[in-house]
T-cell receptor
Framework: KQEVTQIPAALSVPEGENLVLNCSFT??????LQWFRQDPGKGLTSLLL?????REQTSGRLNASLDKSSGRSTLYIAASQPGDSATYLC?????????????FGKGTKLTVNP | NAGVTQTPKFRILKIGQSMTLQCTQD?????MYWYRQDPGMGLKLIYY???????DKGEVPNGYNVSRSTTEDFPLRLELAAPSQTSVYFC???????????????FGEGSRLTVL
C-alpha cells in the first residue's frame, strides 16, 4: 500500500530564507508526483507536476525534484515571502484497481514571517 | 477560464437529510474525482470517473453516490446524512490517457458540509 509522508508537519521561517520541504513515498511504482499549495479555507492549487521519467521541474522560485528509487521528492522555495505562507501537499499518482488515483501526504504548514 | 466549479460552498444538513454537491469542469477533462478532507487525515478518494457513463468507488464510498452523464458534470449525492460525513469535499479533474500520460490534477474550491 502506497503511503506518502511529509516532514516536517509545520515550518516557520523568516522572510528571505531559502527552504526545502520533504516528501517521501513507500512504493516507487508511480506515474507522477504533484506538489500543491492550499490556503486556509481554499482548494488545492497545483504548483509543479513531475512525471515519473523526469528528475525535476521548475517554476519561478520553486524547484521540485524527484528520486523514484529512493522514494523522495523535495520542494525548494527560494527567497521565501510572507505570501508563500500556506500548506504544501505532495501527492503521487499510482495504479489503483482498473484506473489511477492520487495518494496524498498530510502536508507541511509553512509560515513565512516578515 | 473557470476550471473546476463546485456548489454549494457551504451547507448545513440535519441527520438523515440528503443532498447533492455539484461539480462541473470546462477543460474537457476525461477523469474526474471526489475527495474529502478531514483535519489531520489528509485527502481520501470517495469516487472517481474515467469518462461519461463510467464511475467507480474510491477508498471511502459508503454513504455516497455519483453519476457522470456528461463529460463536464460529476455530482456527488449524500444519502441519509450522518455526522461522520461532516467534512470538506473537493472535486478534481485531469486529462489522462491511461498508461501513456497522466496529467495535472485541477481542484475546485471545495464544499464545506456540516451534519448536525
Amino acid at each position: 500500500k502506497q503511503e506518502v509522508t511529509q516532514i516536517p508537519a509545520a515550518l516557520s521561517v523568516p522572510e528571505g530564507e531559502n527552504l526545502v520541504l520533504n516528501c517521501s513515498f513507500t512504493d516507487s511504482a508511480i506515474y507522477n508526483l504533484q506538489w500543491f499549495r492550499q490556503d486556509p479555507g481554499k482548494g488545492l492549487t497545483s504548483l509543479l507536476l513531475i512525471q515519473s521519467s523526469q528528475r525535476e521541474q521548475t517554476s519561478g522560485r520553486l524547484n521540485a525534484s524527484l528520486d523514484k528509487s529512493s522514494g523522495r521528492s523535495t520542494l525548494y522555495i527560494a527567497a521565501s515571502q510572507p505570501g508563500d505562507s500556506a500548506t504544501y501537499l505532495c501527492a503521487v499518482r499510482v495504479r489503483w484497481g482498473g484506473s489511477e488515483k492520487l495518494v496524498f501526504g498530510k502536508g507541511t504548514k509553512l509560515t513565512v514571517n516578515p | 477560464n473557470a476550471g473546476v466549479t463546485q456548489t454549494p460552498k457551504f451547507r448545513i444538513l440535519k441527520i438523515g437529510q440528503s443532498m447533492t454537491l455539484q461539480c462541473t469542469q470546462d477543460m474537457n477533462h476525461n477523469y474526474m474525482y471526489w475527495y474529502r478532507q478531514d483535519p489531520g487525515m489528509g485527502l481520501k478518494l470517495i469516487y472517481y470517473s474515467v469518462g461519461a457513463g463510467i464511475t467507480d468507488k474510491g477508498e471511502v464510498p459508503n454513504g455516497y453516490n455519483v453519476s457522470r452523464s456528461t463529460t463536464e458534470d460529476f455530482p456527488l449525492r449524500l444519502e441519509l446524512a450522518a455526522p461522520s460525513q461532516t467534512s470538506v469535499y473537493f472535486c478534481a479533474s485531469s486529462y489522462t490517457i491511461e498508461t501513456l500520460y497522466t496529467g495535472e490534477l485541477f481542484f475546485g474550491e471545495g464544499s464545506r458540509l456540516t451534519v448536525l
